[in-house]
């Protein structure tokens, strides 16, 4: 059964939330029945979302752990989850910084271009505690750099201008009710399924 439908939906956290500005803790505890639930509430909460990924501490849990769902530029369906990542420095030769519009599910509606490498390879832990790499490209990079992040305290709009970030608060602003009311339509349609 998908782990989108094992899950409870969780409150997203939004910009402002301390816990999103802040480092979070290293998962040390693995195998768990808590960290099994917490991933599939964070799967069914970027499910009712419609995200890519979401990060713990974008539900209040102070951990590094995040999970995507989602699928490529390529067409190439990406789902899993990675405690504890790193980022690897990849040398400039081994990748291109690609100007694209990014959002986040913590800053509800805005889209804002912000420049990334095409290219990401995070290491990490499972659930089990079992040493993983995770490699992306494209937007599947961009995703694994925006959650990795997420677990260091920053969001999307640190990477952008004073004036653009000022835009994006003040579009978020304007458009977060109707993204909170369609979220929770999907809450409501998601529970009654299951």
Known sequence: MSEAFR??????????EEILARRC?????????????????????????????IAANQV???????????????????????CNPVLDDLPPDQRTLLEEPEGC????????TVARPDRAI??????????????????????????????????????LTSRERKSALREMAASQDEVFARRAARSSSLASSS
């Open 25 to 53: 803790r290293e998962v040390t505890e693995f195998g768990t029945p808590e960290l099994d639930q917490l991933i599939d509430d964070m799967f069914a909460t970027n499910h009712v979302a419609e995200g890519a990924a």
């Open 122 to 159: 995070v290491r990490g832990q499972d659930k089990n505690g079992t040493p993983i790499v995770v490699e992306g490209r494209g937007y599947f990079a961009r995703c694994l750099q925006h959650e990795t992040d997420h677990l260091h305290g920053r969001l999307y709009l640190d990477r």
């Open 60 to 82: 209040g849990v102070d951990l590094q752990l995040f999970v995507w769902d989602m699928t490529d530029d390529r067409g190439t369906h990406h789902r899993g989850h990675i």
């Open 105 to 112: 599910l913590s800053v509800p509606g805005p889209y804002r």
């Open 7 to 16: 899950g409870t939906p969780r409150r997203i956290t939004v910009v402002g």
